[in-house]
């Protein structure tokens, strides 16, 4: 019993960090520090182009990594329900309603939005939820495609911008990048401690094993519910940055295309940890931007298409799944070199 | 009542269209649990092909020969190439049909550009059939509700009646079963994926005859096989039959009375069947 004691007294004697500040590491801020450094030097197409669109792109991607990564539900109306914002922002903005209304109005109607897609689709599993979820975002583009009074069918709306708000423009490359890393920093972090909270425990435990879960009383269609509602949120932050940073919001923006975009860059990141969406938009940017240097710019889907064809074929898990391959290779190849030693 | 009965028979015809490629996709997935989201693919391929038959040999009859065999060789060859290797991995067959669907989508693009292509039917089936109340109605899109039933009927038939037909159903309820008891699954696998996806195919030269093909056409028929099989249950051909009415009928009378919600209602149709049958009107849990 003493040395229980005596362990329990140890670990209080060692520096206490706060529950959030424990899987810290020191490339994690030299990753910061880089992040908010990076649009000093890069020039504004970078900055922007480049360098916002990858964070919005992946945060869109987060809230898809969120519940395929935790939740094991592959959904493919995250696009939707970021493009769902970005249409309330570009409709509530023509209507001049204040910022803020506006902000609160579009995200929380497009969460709304995700409950009940989730609330549709939670009811089944597996393929299922692929199915419904491509049905309900395909639909949604025919309705704003059609939709003449309330989404302005095939033209959409231009010149949505961020509004003035403290005296700055936001438009401007600078600050809509630093507004762009702040706010999906935020989700970011949000989701890294949403995984260790009991509702995200659960939610991992539900994709492992609903049965069980549901025999431990656990109720698993509401867990699952509520990942799409919290994905939703992201989603939704991501739809108004998006439209903010594209200036206009129209059907092609929420078509198969993008939507079929977004999986794509996540499965290339990979799935099993959040960061991946955030390296899978990276690439898929940049091949977007550069790979017509190559190739002729009509046939990127190609490219993009085969590209994302191997990665699923000998990595499942992504660019992050080669990652880890690579690792575990490297720490058997000198674990051999020391026996080796020996 | 003019419109009633016109709505009426276009949604009989677009049911028509769509009851032959979900019929495949339901048939694909019933058996092996194989998720073809290159279906819609197989669809529009189906029917380009076809086009360039029947504009070498000038043969209408032929083009649907060529989109069914196509396809079905394209099937076999899916069958051999991917599914074979991701048994019951359902997450990795639909991202691998989606990467397949994009690239195919795409270099149909590069190869027969955006215009789209009409086939001419044979001198009999085209102009109008006399009809009461509306005059007279394409006598093509009869044709298609014609073939569409009797493809049903033959379906129905070759599963109900053949030999192949027990084992195929014998392999959707059980399949370790079956190959134990000595069927070739594997076999058996290409021979029902080959005619799921000639099915797709010849829809693609029958649906070219009745609308166009075009780029978009395969999303369109592919989002509509899975509402189909989503309503009518999966892997069940009767149901394919009734969610096919259901969504080719709502479609088209939305399209007529409320023509900018119209898409809506047919993913009602889908959301209400989910709430109170997740698993499809004629679908088994």
């Known amino acids: 019993m003493a040395s229980i004691t005596d362990k329990t007294e140890d670990k209080k004697a060692a520096p206490v960090l706060p529950v959030w500040l424990r899987g810290v590491r020191w490339y994690h801020a030299v990753v910061a520090v880089l992040l908010v450094i990076y649009p000093l030097i890069a020039t504004g197409f970078w900055t922007v182009q480049i360098g916002a669109q990858s964070l919005i792109l992946g945060l869109i991607g987060l809230s898809l990594m969120l519940l395929a990564g935790y939740g094991g539900m592959v959904s493919l109306s995250q696009l939707t329900v970021a493009g769902l914002a970005g249409y309330l922002v570009a409709i509530f903005g023509n209507a001049e309603w204040p910022a803020w209304l506006m902000l609160v109005g579009a995200v929380s109607l497009a969460t709304v939005a995700a409950v009940l897609i989730g609330w549709i689709s939670a009811r089944t599993s597996g393929i299922y939820t692929i199915m419904i979820t491509l049905a309900i975002s395909v639909a949604f583009y025919y309705l704003v495609l059609q939709n003449d009074p309330i989404f302005n069918s095939f033209n959409g709306f231009s010149g949505v911008r961020p509004p003035e708000v403290f005296g700055v423009d936001w438009r401007a490359p600078l600050p809509f990048f630093y507004l762009t890393l702040g706010v999906v920093g935020l989700c970011y972090l949000f989701v890294l401690y949403l995984s260790r909270t009991p509702f995200g425990l659960a939610l991992q435990a539900v994709r492992d094993n609903p049965r069980r879960m549901a025999s431990l009383g656990f109720n698993v269609t509401a867990h699952r519910v509520a990942a799409h509602g919290v994905a939703g949120v992201l989603a939704g932050i991501g739809g108004v940055l ?75 898990d992504g660019v992050l799944g080669l990652w880890g391959k690579l690792k575990s290779w490297l720490a058997r190849q000198s674990a051999r070199n020391r026996v080796d030693q020996w | 009542m003019r419109l009633f009965i016109l709505t009426f028979l276009n949604g009989l015809t677009l049911a028509a269209l769509y009851f032959i490629v979900a019929s495949g996709f339901s048939l694909v997935f019933g058996l092996m649990r194989n998720v073809n989201l290159a279906h819609g693919s197989l669809y529009l391929l189906g029917g380009y092909i076809g086009f360039e038959v029947a504009n070498s040999t000038g043969s209408w009859y032929l083009a649907v020969l060529a989109g069914f065999l196509s396809m079905a060789i394209a099937g076999i060859l899916l069958q051999l190439l991917v599914f074979r290797y991701m048994e019951g991995q359902e997450l990795r067959q639909t991202l691998v049909t989606i990467a397949l669907s994009i690239i195919l989508a795409d270099v149909m693009l590069a190869i027969w550009s955006g215009v789209s292509y009409q086939f001419t039917p044979p001198a009999w089936l085209f102009g109008a059939t006399p009809m009461p109340f509306i005059n007279a109605y394409p006598t093509y899109r009869l044709f298609t509700l014609a073939a569409a039933i009797a493809i049903g009927i033959a379906l129905w038939l070759f599963l109900n009646r053949t030999r192949i037909g027990i084992m195929i159903r014998a392999g959707v309820d059980d399949r370790g079963m079956l190959s134990a008891s000595g069927v070739n699954v594997q076999l058996l696998f290409c021979v029902t994926f080959a005619i799921g996806a000639g099915l797709a195919g010849l829809a693609g030269v029958l649906g070219g005859s009745a609308l166009s093909i075009a780029p978009g056409e395969d999303t369109r028929f592919l989002l509509a096989s899975l509402i189909v099989v989503i309503v009518g249950g999966m892997g069940s051909i009767p149901g394919a039959a009734i969610g096919a009415l259901l969504i080719g009928m709502t479609e088209q009378f939305g399209l007529a009375y409320f023509p900018t919600y119209g898409v809506v209602f047919s993913f009602l149709v889908m959301v209400v069947v989910l709430a109170i049958r997740p698993q499809g009107l004629l679908g088994r849990a």
């Open chain 1, 242 to 316: 998006l439209v903010w940073q594209n200036g206009q919001i129209s059907p092609g923006s929420v078509g198969i295309g993008p939507v079929i975009d977004i999986l794509i860059l996540t499965v290339l990141g990979g799935l099993a940890h959040p960061v991946g969406p955030f390296i899978g938009a990276v690439i898929f940017i940049l091949m977007e931007n550069f790979a017509i240097d190559l190739i002729d710019r009509e046939r990127f889907n190609t490219v993009i298409g085969a590209v994302f064809l191997v990665i699923v074929l000998f990595s499942p």
